[in-house]
């Protein structure tokens, strides 16, 4: 069974199920949600979703599922995660996570949105940090609306204008995947901590595979 064949079979409760995992729970942090909306999208386009009810209901998994993220970790997230011993974080990170949220929480939230992985700990850490709720629904919103929705319509207009596009589907997805990632692989390099950390880790593998 292929991805497409999957998708179908899960049907739109499957669809809401993932991008509401991916948007705020931990287990969802390594679902293919950019992948599944393109995909979904395409897939209305060949009638096999209505492609307003999909749309909409992929908004509304993205904006309550960051909800029931942020909601983790205005609650439950500072205990879990800031004692001072925590592999997680600790009280120190959470004040400057606080701050840093100040500062840019609202464009965080909305970005977050087209990077794997990210988009699942961008509200938790919202939450954390103590953002003011309202502020993060207004943006919670938008970033739902640009990727959810945006990412589901592009596969259905795309499904809808190029003859056989789905002999081109797997290649379009990793293109949306890659261009998903690139921002936030680009900001990693950037950084000369994060360039060292990542240098490190290469070595030890390759002493652990010497």
């Not at 599944?36 to 009638?47: E, H, I, M």
């Not at 990412?151 to 081109?168: E, H, K, Q």
Request: net charge positive; proline share 4%; hydrophobic share 50%.
């Amino acid at each position: 069974m292929n991805f497409s064949e999957l998708i179908t079979t899960a049907g739109y409760a499957g669809i809401f199920a993932v991008i509401f995992s991916e948007s705020g729970l931990l287990l969802g942090m390594f679902f293919p949600g950019d992948s599944l909306l393109f995909t979904a999208g395409f897939l209305s386009s060949q009638g096999v979703f209505n492609p307003f009810w999909l749309a909409g209901l992929c908004f509304l998994a993205a904006v309550t599922g960051d909800g029931v993220g942020y909601a983790f970790g205005s609650r439950i997230g500072k205990r879990f995660f800031t004692k001072v011993d925590s592999f997680w974080l600790n009280p120190d990170q959470v004040k400057r996570a606080q701050d840093f949220y100040a500062k840019h929480g609202g464009k965080t939230i909305v970005l977050a949105r087209f990077v794997p992985g990210v988009r699942t700990l961008a509200p938790i850490l919202a939450g954390i940090a103590e953002m003011r709720y309202l502020t993060f629904l207004a943006y919670n919103v938008i970033g739902a609306l640009l990727w959810a929705v945006g990412v589901t319509l592009l596969g259905y207009y795309l499904g809808s204008v190029i003859p056989n596009v789905d002999r081109y589907l797997l290649l379009i997805v990793g293109g949306v995947v890659f261009f998903s990632i690139l921002p936030y692989a680009i900001g990693v390099l950037r950084n000369p901590e994060r360039r060292k950390q990542l240098h490190e880790l290469w070595l030890r593998m390759r002493a652990h595979k010497g």
